[in-house]
C-alpha cells in the first residue's frame, strides 16, 4: 500500500492578487500561497484524500508561510527544501471584472526553479499513487532535469502520472521552444488535463474530439479538456474501452478564476484515488468523477485566490444535490 493518494512536485509560490485600491488609487494585493501542483494537491487533500508536495521556497517569510498553508489543510510538507540563495517565486495578478487573470512574476529564476534530485527524498516517489506535475518546472534548469527524473522514478515504482500543460507566456523563452516542452511530457503521461485554451496553442485549431484523440494517442488513458463555464470534455481510453463526450458543470458567480483548473485537478485525483484500481474505469463512474471535479472547480472561483479557495468535501456535495 502506498501512503499518499497524490504527490505533486513543481512551482510553489505566493501570489499577490490585486484586492481593491488604496486611498491614492494605487492597487493593493492580498498575499496567497499559490503554484499549480500545490493547488492541485490541497485540493485532493482539504477534499480528505492524502498528498504530499515536494518543492523548493527561498529562506524567507513567504517561504514559512507556504509550508503553513499547505499544513493547515493536511499536506505533508516535510519533503520540501529550501533555497538560500534565491528568494521565494512572486506572481502579482490582476482580475477583470469577470475574474479573469493576468501575471507579473518575479521569477528570474526563483527559488523553485533551483531543485536538484538529490534534494528529493526518494520514499516520497515510491509511496505516491499518482504524482501530479505542471509544465512550469520545465522552464529552466536544474527543475526541468529533477521533474524529468522524479517521472522516470515514480513510473518505475508503479505510480501514475498526472500532467498538466499550463501556460504562462512570460515564463518561456518563445513559443516554439515552450510548445516542444510543453509536449515532452505527453508521452509518460497516463492523465492529462488542459484547457480549451491550451489545446488550440499545443496542436492548432483541432476540435475537441481531435485534441483528446491526438493526446491518447501518445499515451495517456484519460484525457480532459476544460471548457470553462461550459465544463469539461473527456476522453478515456483503456484495454479496448474508449469513451468520450461532455460534462456540464453548475452554474455560480464568479469572483476569482485562480485555481480553477488545478481545484479541477484536485477533484479528479481525489475521486479516482477512492478506488484501488485507480484507471479502469466505467463509463459512468468517469462522469461521477468529472460531476464532483467540475463542482469543485465551480467552488473555487466563487472566492479569492487559489489555495484560501478550495472547498471542502461537504461543500462540493451540498452544490451537487442543488
Known sequence: MKKYDVVAFGEILIDFICDGKNEEGKNVYAENTGGAPANC???VCKLGGSGAFIGMTGKDSFGENIRSDLQKINVDTKAMRYCTSQHTTLAFVSLTEKG????????????????????????????ARILHVGSLSLTQEPAKTTTLQIISSVKKAGGIISYDPNWRESL????????????????????????????KLLFGNVSYKEGAEIICN???KLVSITLGSKGVYYRYSNNGDVFEGTVECPEVKVVDTTGAGDSFNGGLLYRLTRKED???????????????ANAVASLCVTKH???PALPVYEEVEKLLKL
Not at 516554439?176 to 509518460?188: C, F, G, R, T, W
Open 278 to 292: 485507480i484507471l479502469n474505469l466505467t463509463k459512468a463512474e468517469l462522469e461521477e468523477n468529472l460531476k464532483f
Open 100 to 127: 479573469e487573470r493576468s501575471f507579473s512574476f518575479c521569477r528570474n529564476p526563483g527559488a523553485d526553479t533551483q531543485i536538484t534530485f538529490d534534494d528529493i527524498d526518494k520514499t516520497y516517489l515510491e509511496n
Open 218 to 220: 501518445t499515451g495517456a
Open 41 to 43: 494537491v490541497g485540493a
Open 172 to 199: 518561456w523563452a518563445g513559443k516554439e521552444n515552450a510548445l516542444d516542452e510543453l509536449k515532452s511530457i505527453l508521452p509518460m503521461a497516463d492523465i492529462v488535463k488542459v484547457s480549451d485554451e491550451e489545446l
Open 305 to 307: 485566490g487559489g489555495l
